[in-house]
């Protein structure tokens, strides 16, 4: 895949479950956070939030990854223990729902963490 200039680009590149549960993603950001700003960091579709970083997402052959930085995955150990994890990223299988509520929680965790880094 060439470089995306935006997330609709990036999504075009999936196919149509993937790009499904893509979208339900960048829409949930957007409901829970509508001053959220997209881009494209890392050539993933990204979302910025008071000038920093709020979650990155990609899709991969099994699984998309969702990237919300190792301290949100520290804050929800526990409800993130049926999903495999690594230090700053949450692997979400094609297989399984979207676990939108625990997702919802994990944005505002990380907007507030954002406001508090803003602060200082």
């Given at each position: ?7 609709d ?17 960048r ?15 890392y ?17 991969f ?17 526990e ?5 495999k ?7 979400l ?7 939108i ?5 994990i ?7 954002n ?5 200082k």
């Open positions: 895949m060439s470089s995306p200039e935006n997330i680009q990036y999504m075009a590149g999936f196919d149509a479950e993937v790009r499904k549960k893509l979208r339900t993603i829409e949930l950001v957007h409901d829970t956070l509508p001053e959220a700003v997209e881009s494209i960091s050539q993933m579709p990204a979302f910025k939030y008071n000038g920093k970083i709020l979650v990155y997402f990609a899709a052959k099994n699984h998309i990854g969702f990237y919300a930085t190792p301290e949100s995955n520290l804050a929800f150990k409800e993130l223990s049926e999903y994890t690594t230090k700053g990223t949450i692997q299988p094609y297989d399984k729902p979207l676990p509520e625990l997702l919802r929680k944005i505002l965790f990380k907007a507030a963490s406001e508090v880094k803003k602060k």
